[in-house]
């Protein structure tokens, strides 16, 4: 099996690092090939704009969105993301490795989703939900936390865990025909002991 991991998270020597070498460690020990993007070691630009594209289709005015269809058709995005569109092709399984920031991702990770999730490729004419273009690939959502699991309960201080996850589950994700499997979390990191943050790391 093919995997890519794009993760994002701004310290090498956090948790979240933790769990990417981990699952490198153990994903290759299985047999399967492994790609990473980390977004911050590459100073991933979160920015979509029209300096995405060698050439355009409508250059008085951008239309994000169409550019990337026709930038696709013809080859000319600029190299990072072709690069990044190249992985995702490749894979099988997508892991998105992240810190939950106001129930979302980081900016850099949604930057990602903007610049790569290219109409064409994820989306667009008939392609969506079970009929999107990324068909046949599965992916999940494995994160940290500095709240503790039952603050996400459905009567939960922060609401139901599933309905704050929805947008990159089901909107994002879903909506590009990956099969979503459950999300892993490491709750309350910054308060959990050794023992608790080994356990994470074999879970």
């Known amino acids: ?3 890519l991991i794009v993760y994002a998270h701004p310290e090498s020597k956090s948790f979240n690092g933790a769990l990417l070498d981990k699952s490198i460690s153990v994903l290759k020990s299985c047999g399967h090939e492994v790609q990473v ?3 911050y070691a590459i100073q991933f630009n979160p920015i979509a704009s029209a300096a995405d594209f060698h ?3 409508f250059p008085d005015a951008l239309q994000y969105d169409r550019e990337q269809k026709y930038a696709y058709e013809k080859g000319h995005f600029t190299s990072n993301i072709k690069t990044e569109i190249d992985k995702l092709l490749w894979c099988d399984f997508l892991i998105l ?3 939950l920031w106001w129930y ?3 900016a850099i990770l949604k930057g990602w989703f903007d610049r790569v999730l290219v109409n064409g490729v994820a989306y667009g004419k008939g392609k969506r939900l ?3 273009g990324l068909k046949g690939r599965k ?3 494995s994160f940290t936390t500095g709240c503790y699991s039952e603050m996400v309960e459905p009567d939960g201080l922060l609401g139901d865990l599933e309905v704050n996850l929805w947008h990159l589950n089901h909107g994002t994700l879903y909506y590009s025909g990956f099969e979503v499997l459950p999300p892993f979390a490491a709750w309350s990191i910054h308060y959990t002991t050794l023992e608790q943050r080994e356990n994470y790391l074999e879970q």
């Open 139 to 141: 992916a999940m959502l």
């Open 37 to 39: 993007t980390d977004l």
């Open 97 to 99: 490795q992240f810190p």
């Open 55 to 57: 050439e355009r289709r």
């Open 130 to 132: 079970d009929a999107g």
């Open 104 to 106: 979302s991702v980081p």
């Open 1 to 3: 099996m093919n995997v």
